[in-house]
């Protein structure tokens, strides 16, 4: 990003678009930073190549300009705090250098990771086409960066059902488990996109209706302000619905035993932001486990003792234990995939113990 | 302000109207903090009057709602950082209760100050009939909150002479002077008033074309983004040209050596901010002292060591000393108002160091 961009975004969330076309989403900004030693190499060169981790010129960066990363200002607009501890300020920006360069982009070729998943890693215009030759008349995404469970694959089931309701002949999901950083204690991409095709091997979802993608987005954990991103990358990539849940992006505060933000304001500042005017944002329904129907099911308040809310952090105890869910948490295909995971896990922490 | 306003100029700087008619800037939240007790108190009640320091209801506030003051987040995503020593933060938010108490606003009487000053607080529909009473055909406002030097003088009778020369026939100066809470070297309003009155008696500005009034609003330091609220301010009130110039509400970072903003982000920010679109900026040229000519001027660049750049420190430094700022600088009338309340401090100090 260029500088004038970069300021909308920190500032509005949103960039102005040329000669009164209105604005663009952009909460978070997207940016290279470099270090006072790549400044002087680049020196009054109007143009830099960018290369990849094996040497190769991945694109040109043309008309450059460099302007000082004010990291400080960058983090309190961006996640409303600057303790100590969020994890993507750890990861890419408090080590990272004290410029930020912007420029006209011009990629020479798509960025291969060579994992084994890139034929996951769609682009938006390649999502389209896919929308398109399915004949889908209703997109709606689901972003994600944990494992499956039922209760998720009920409320995008049922979304489906409510889009077929609402007079959508072929709705389609745009599974979108995002694949770039994320914090330590979330599951590996590689283990949730083989948990993820469990799932659809299952049957848990429907393979004709749906389209498994990574979305390659580093994860933020800025509630607010990255939930917005992830909505406007999914409706550039041909979604039209969008589901959004409690505290989305969400995490709990660095340093101070509380929510990081309150868990409604993310869907109330989606539903408000500039240039997602015409998103469609479908609420996520809370489902928990029925001890009674022994399946996860929407909750119910009036018989709130029959469910048992299972989160992240239990289904990992549960996992790392090898004890199972109650029946109907998770298809078994991927409940494996896990346990297989969190085995491997400890049979590493075991054998660095032993050295 | 009500929650969703509340979010939406925390996040967005902007308040979308109802029926897609567009944005309205809105880049400091005006809300009204409230403490549990206060909470507790008003439970239920739809409506809750609003007392002036007096005991007198000034306003009702109708069918309320009450929400989270989340203050490390109101401030990061204003002020871009939390460290500590932030005038506005110490003075209103540090301390202000835990939640935030929105509604419609029902207005009983203008506020009062009674502080011999209140003839110069026009409300935006006030200085607008006075525009109109002078037959202004445009009206350029200047946001300031210290003694009116030469320079400044020189600025504005500069632009008045450019709106001239631009074909408009009556441009009347909008002289706007902050009167809320200013940090603790500010000189204090009542002086800086009767300053301004002297630079209009000494005819350094023209009284004939300049209307003094005072701008109610606390000074908030917030750098770029409170600019946009200093100039929508005064686009409520008529004006349509704002003068803007180097780090406007900016101010030294709290507890690092540099400036809190980049000097150049707040006219970048102002020139981009949504709903001053249609804002004229007029930017504010350098002028010092020139001591080849013994006046104020713009600063030429290629006789920069004739130049002498006199500081607010500066300023003050002279007018506690007793010294003369070099002849030219300020009118002998505003000079005396600024030397007599330094004066008086000292005496004030002295007395206090005796007792």
Known sequence: MREHEYL?????????LPDGAGVVNMSLPIVLAIGDREKEEIGASPDVALHGPDGGVLAILRRVEIYPHNKEERIARTWGTTAPGLPYVDEAIA????????????????????DGLDHYRLSPQQLRNEFDKRGADAVFAFQLRNPVHNGHALLMNDTRRRLL?????????????????????????????????????????????????????????????????????????GANFYIVGRDPAGMGHPTEKRDLYNPDHGKKVLSMAPG??????LPFK??????????????????????LFISGTKMRAFAKSGENPPDGFMCPGGWKVLVDYYNSLQTEEAAVATV
Chains 1, 2 share one sequence.
């Open 165 to 237: 309701e609402m007079g959508f002949k072929n709705p389609i999901l745009l599974l979108h488990p995002l694949g770039g950083f994320t914090k330590a204690d979330d599951v590996p991409l590689p283990v949730r996109m083989e948990q993820h095709s469990k799932v659809l091997e299952d049957g848990v979802l429907d393979p004709e209706t749906t389209i498994v993608s990574i979305f390659p987005s580093p994860m933020h954990y800025a509630g607010p302000t990255e939930v917005q991103w992830h909505a406007k990358a999914r409706i550039n990539a």
């Open 8 to 16: 909308q975004s920190l500032h509005f969330n949103c960039i102005r």
């Open 286 to 307: 809370v489902a928990a486990y029925d001890t009674v129907a022994k399946k996860m099911a929407f909750f119910d308040p009036s018989r709130s003792k029959d469910f």
């Open 276 to 281: 997602l005017e015409k998103l469609n944002i």
């Open 95 to 114: 080590q990272a250098g004290n410029w930020l360069i912007g420029g006209d982009l011009e990629v020479i070729e798509p960025i291969k990771y060579n």
